[in-house]
């Protein structure tokens, strides 16, 4: 009995549908992907939240959060390398509520050096390098500048009563590579009443699009525009 081996153009058809059936499934698992980090970063950020309300309770309804010198875009500081202190969402860290490997600080799909969790400009856990910031891919809602004058510290801290169902953290939106090396088509965002939602880019992109590229620093700062994003957010 003669076996007849496969002829090439037999290989070649089996080949192309291959091909065609992992350019089909290729998006679709790239998509799921994503849905699966952006569940797991809406997660980190309850969970961050939850430690707002438990430092609140701790330190009479104070939250840190907030900016530095000037630039509402400058609010995702955990370490600020020239002070040698912790500032905002890093008060966290200091107390002792945020967990050693800081994990739940940063979005798993964010992929900006400046952002990603213990890339080589970006230091942890905080001073660990004393020439590095340390940053959060998380931005806090900018309420107070903890760095005016040349005094270090909020005048006030922000009272978590005082937020009602206010935005109080988000992915970092500073300008748009931040956006666009994470989630591309939107953020998720944590209300200071604890609850976490998805926020698609077009609703704020016109803003976004506003804000200049830091070079090196955001500079002129465009705290106005800032504004109105938080403000869009807290519609959502």
Same mark, same amino acid.
């Given at each position: 009995?003669?076996?007849?081996?496969?002829?090439?153009?037999?290989?070649?058809?089996?080949?192309?549908?291959?091909?065609?059936?992992?350019?089909?499934?290729?998006?679709?698992?790239?998509?799921?992907?994503?849905?699966?980090?952006?569940?797991?970063?809406?997660?980190?950020?309850?969970?961050?939240?939850?430690?707002?309300?438990?430092?609140?309770?701790?330190?009479?309804?104070?939250?840190?959060?907030?900016?530095?010198?000037?630039?509402?875009?400058?609010?995702?500081?955990?370490?600020?390398?020239?002070?040698?202190?912790?500032?905002?969402?890093?008060?966290?860290?200091?107390?002792?509520?945020?967990?050693?490997?800081?994990?739940?600080?940063?979005?798993?799909?964010?992929?900006?050096?400046?952002?990603?969790?213990?890339?080589?400009?970006?230091?942890?856990?905080?001073? &660990?390098? /004393? #020439?590095?910031?340390?940053?959060?891919?998380? !931005? %806090?809602?900018? +309420?107070? @500048?903890?760095?005016?004058?040349?005094?270090?510290?909020?005048?006030?801290?922000?009272?978590?009563?005082?937020?009602?169902?206010?935005?109080?953290?988000?992915?970092?939106?500073?300008?748009?590579?931040?956006?666009?090396?994470?989630?591309?088509?939107?953020?998720?965002?944590?209300?200071?009443?604890?609850?976490?939602?998805?926020?698609?880019?077009?609703?704020?992109?016109?803003?976004?699009? &506003?804000? /200049? #590229?830091?070079?090196?620093?955001?500079?002129? !700062? %465009?705290?106005? +525009?800032? @504004?109105?994003?938080?403000?869009?957010?807290?519609?959502?």
């Amino acid at each position: 009995m003669i076996r007849r081996g496969f002829t090439l153009i037999e290989l070649l058809v089996v080949v192309a549908i291959i091909a065609l059936l992992i350019a089909i499934l290729l998006p679709s698992l790239a998509k799921a992907r994503e849905t699966a980090k952006r569940a797991v970063c809406g997660s980190n950020q309850r969970q961050v939240m939850m430690l707002y309300v438990m430092y609140a309770q701790d330190y009479k309804n104070a939250v840190p959060i907030g900016y530095t010198s000037n630039q509402k875009q400058f609010n995702y500081l955990i370490w600020h390398r020239t002070e040698k202190k912790y500032i905002a969402m890093g008060f966290l860290y200091k107390t002792n509520l945020l967990p050693e490997d800081g994990r739940i600080a940063y979005c798993p799909s964010q992929e900006h050096d400046l952002f990603r969790q213990s890339s080589p400009v970006n230091a942890w856990p905080p001073a &660990l390098a /004393p #020439t590095l910031h340390t940053r959060s891919s998380y !931005a %806090t809602r900018p +309420t107070v @500048d903890w760095f005016k004058t040349n005094s270090w510290g909020p005048p006030e801290f922000t009272r978590l009563a005082d937020l009602g169902r206010k935005t109080i953290l988000a992915d970092v939106f500073s300008w748009y590579e931040p956006v666009d090396t994470a989630h591309i088509e939107g953020v998720e965002v944590a209300k200071a009443d604890g609850s976490v939602t998805w926020v698609n880019r077009a609703i704020f992109e016109t803003e976004l699009n &506003l804000i /200049p #590229t830091p070079s090196p620093g955001f500079f002129p !700062a %465009t705290n106005s +525009t800032m @504004d109105d994003i938080w403000e869009i957010l807290d519609r959502q």
